[in-house]
């Protein structure tokens, strides 16, 4: 069974920083793209960024970058966000999602909510 | 940037067909797919590659893109299918893009 499980989420004050985690399991990790996704309170789907298989090709949402790195360990099938001057509107709930052989992001993490508020 | 716009809601009887669109330009030539999220879960593929359903997912969903839209319909929709449906396609600028959003209310 296909699971992923973000961690890190939390309260932080603007201009922090905060590092989301997730682990993956029930498929073999290093053959994915992986993305992160967000979703501010009441609102709708955003993409923050996303990484090849071996981390070669690394995008990222123009509302994040030069803030935020994505980054991957496949040898301990985990993916990770490292974010940094942390704003008000970066508020969301973060899910980890695995882009599918389809194309589409076919499966999603439960989620792991930033706060950023002082 | 490239970007895909859906209506913010849409209104469908018991048993009746709901129609929700997607624009953006072009979109006919890229891959659309489609999700639907409920009330405090994560969002859960419907439709990938314009038209193909995942294993699951129920035959009254179906899914169609040409020319600017692309477009999901729920055939005979269930009081279940009420939720938040997002359209999403990839383009070189941003990467992934998702549309707006549309709530689907079955009344």
């Known amino acids: 069974e296909v699971q992923l499980v973000e961690s890190g989420g939390g309260l932080v004050k603007p201009g922090g920083s905060l590092r989301l985690s997730c682990a993956a399991s029930?498929?073999?990790?290093?053959?994915?793209?992986m993305n992160w996704v967000r979703q501010a309170p009441g609102k709708g789907l955003e993409w923050v960024s996303s990484i090849s298989t071996s981390s070669t090709y690394i995008y990222y949402a123009d509302s994040v970058k030069g803030r935020f790195t994505i980054s991957r360990d496949n040898a301990k099938n985990s993916l990770f966000l490292q974010m940094n001057s942390l704003r008000a509107e970066d508020t969301a709930v973060y899910y980890c999602a695995r882009m599918g052989d389809t194309g589409a992001i076919d499966y999603w993490g439960q989620g792991t909510l930033v706060t950023v508020s002082s | 940037s490239y970007e895909l716009t859906q209506p913010p809601s849409v209104s469908v009887s018991p048993g009746q067909t709901a129609s929700i669109t997607c624009s953006g330009d072009?979109?006919?030539?890229?891959?659309a797919c489609w999700y639907q999220q409920k009330p405090g879960q994560s969002p859960a593929l419907v439709i990938y590659?314009?038209?193909k359903r995942p294993s699951g997912i129920p035959e009254r969903f179906s899914g169609s893109n040409s020319g600017n839209t692309a477009t999901l319909t729920i055939s005979g929709t269930q009081a279940m299918d009420e939720a938040d449906y997002y359209c999403q396609a990839w383009d070189s600028s941003p990467y992934v893009v998702f549309g707006g959003g549309t709530k689907l209310t079955v009344l």
């Open positions: 072009k979109l006919g030539d890229k891959n």
């Open positions: 590659q314009d038209s």
């Open positions: 029930g498929f073999t990790f290093s053959s994915y793209i």
